[in-house]
């Protein structure tokens, strides 16, 4: 195969969650620019923070999850659906599935984290997760089937009390009318650990309010097909259990071995690989030791509007500057038509912050014009 020497105007970014579409949006509005190519198998992009609403019919698949191609068609970005499965620093070259390669002058890893099970037995085979399409549909299914069989002992396992597990657990609680038992089982000391003292305080009343279990300083030792063992001894008989405790890096192949933080890519705080002055990452598959940045998607897509600078800077031969992230707060969605919300010196809750974190959300989806079409008739305006 006759290969081309790298372009140095080509930037290709791999992976198109928050971190990654933000950027090649993003670079796709600069003048002038150079070719853009997007790679990422999936054929929809996935507004995580909705998928609650997707899961109670509160929105629809093409608000929360819209195609990619609708998201690109007019930018002029390349992009490939498939999977890399070489990316070589030293050639500057990337390789897919089909065996396609492509030369670049720049690359951006944007590849997100998927699950991690942290090796106990029977999570991969018996647990349901909440991360994709696939497991809002799973999880649909098994709330009409409690919701039809109305099993006096029925129960569902959330593992995980951080956001999405207390997220999931208000809105399957409303979602099941009393047909199913939750419980929601978390290592630590309390719930949303790491989040505002007031949304931890509403989520806890929120989850009184619709008497879900939870069981704090508890860990999971094993998964079975029908109970969770946990740390106390103590076995719990289950109908579905869903798996929320915890991520890891999701990265490609690369070569050489980059260096890694915590299995995270290492950056600087200007979005750069140690070591590789035309290679950034961006978005939870990245680590940098001089700052600390949550693993949000308010983070990557603030990275992704950076890195495009940051790529633009060194086209030019200026030094791209350091990320410096701003906190607009967060963001709780607590059963149907109920929120909690804490940023810019605002403190909310209740159905006027439902309301508000819907249309916030909405607003910011990346290719914008679906998402105001979608929240127009919530909030007018971005």
């Known amino acids: 195969m006759h290969e081309d020497p790298p372009s140095t105007d080509a930037t290709v970014i791999v992976g198109g969650g928050f971190g990654g579409l933000t950027a090649a949006l993003s670079l796709a509005k600069s003048v002038p620019r150079g070719p853009i190519t997007l790679i990422e198998p999936r054929d929809r992009f996935l507004f995580q923070p909705l998928l609650y609403e997707l899961l109670s019919g509160e929105l629809q698949s093409w608000e929360v999850a819209p195609r990619y191609n609708r998201l690109l068609s007019h930018h002029g ?182 260096m890694l933080v915590g299995g995270r890519l290492a950056i600087g705080s200007d979005l750069r690989l140690i070591g590789h002055d035309q290679a950034f990452a961006i978005g939870d598959g990245s680590c940098c030791a001089e700052e600390s940045w949550p693993a949000t998607a308010q983070v990557a897509m603030q990275q992704g509007e950076a890195v495009a600078k940051a790529l633009l800077a060194t086209r030019g031969g200026d030094p791209p500057q350091p990320f410096h992230f701003q906190d607009r707060g967060e963001m709780l969605s607590l059963g149907l038509g109920d929120a909690t919300l804490t940023g810019m010196g605002v403190t909310l809750a209740g159905p006027i912050a439902f309301q508000i974190r819907r249309a916030a959300y909405l607003t910011r989806l990346p290719g914008l014009s679906l998402g105001i079409r979608s929240a127009s008739a919530w909030l007018l305006g971005h």
Do not use: Y
């Open 77 to 258: 970005i390349n992009w490939i659906q498939e999977r890399v499965t070489t990316l070589d620093f030293s050639e500057r070259r990337i390789k897919t599935a089909s065996g396609q390669q492509l030369n670049w002058g720049a690359v951006v890893v944007a590849t997100g984290a998927r699950t991690n099970d942290f090796g106990i037995p029977g999570v991969a085979d018996h647990a349901l997760g909440f991360q994709t399409l696939e497991d809002v549909n799973s999880l649909r299914n098994k709330l009409r089937e409690l919701r039809l069989q109305r099993r006096p002992d029925a129960a569902l396992v959330i593992v995980g009390a951080g956001p999405t597990g207390v997220e999931l657990a208000c809105k399957m609680a409303d979602l099941l009318e009393g047909t199913a038992r939750l419980h929601l089982i978390e290592m630590g000391e309390t719930v949303l650990a790491n989040n505002a003292a007031f949304n931890r305080e509403r989520a806890a009343a929120a989850l009184e309010k619709r008497d879900v279990t939870v069981h704090l300083k508890t860990a999971v030792t094993a998964v079975h097909p029908d109970r969770v063992e946990l740390t106390n001894g103590r076995q719990l008989s289950h109908q579905g259990l869903i798996w929320t405790a915890g991520s890891r890096p999701n990265l490609p192949p690369m070569s050489p071995d980059p």
